[in-house]
């Protein structure tokens, strides 16, 4: 059924619609904005879905297994290039710099108790610290050095 009302331009991302459906005609771009995040959905009644996950159907013909990851970081952006499978894990390794973020780099925060820079990634549900340094560059490449070793194609050093 989604086949034969939306078609998906790979190169551009543009999820449009095949058939008029009320004030909306065919040609015109699906999909809208929800609040409180940066994703567009494509609202077919009942069901509301990701323009993502539509992108990937309507391209491959079937549902993804598992989450899918925008490479770049921008959850606007669905050309096929920026799309990959991933695990929820691997998704999270892709995340951008935390708002709540305090040294400005990811994987990098001070120890008041040492006197030091910490530097650290998220692997498994886990912390691994590894470990202090006088400064913040040192940290924030040790950081860095973390996440290209185990995040492998999904590190993200927060731009």
Not at 16 to 32: F, M, Q, T, Y
Not at 71 to 82: F, M, T, V, Y
Not at 140 to 150: H, L, Q, T, V
């Amino acid at each position: 059924m989604l086949s034969n009302l939306l078609s998906y331009d790979p190169e551009t991302g543009v999820i449009s619609w095949k058939v008029n459906r009320g004030r909306v005609k065919a040609g015109d771009a699906a999909g809208c904005h929800h609040k409180g995040d940066n994703y567009l959905y494509v609202k077919i009644r009942p069901n509301r879905y990701p323009a993502h996950r539509l992108a990937w159907f309507l391209y491959y013909g079937h549902w993804p297994e598992n989450v899918i990851d925008h490479i770049n970081g921008n959850g606007s952006d669905n050309r096929l290039c920026n799309l990959r499978e991933a695990t929820i894990s691997e998704n999270a390794h892709n995340m951008r710099l935390n708002r709540n973020n305090t040294s400005g780099l990811k994987g990098v925060c001070y120890d008041k108790l040492n006197g030091k820079w910490m530097a650290y990634i998220k692997l498994n549900r886990r912390f691994i610290n590894l470990g202090r340094y006088a400064t913040l560059e040192e940290a924030d490449a040790a950081a860095r050095a973390g996440r290209e070793k185990f995040h492998k194609d999904f590190h993200n050093h927060g731009r």
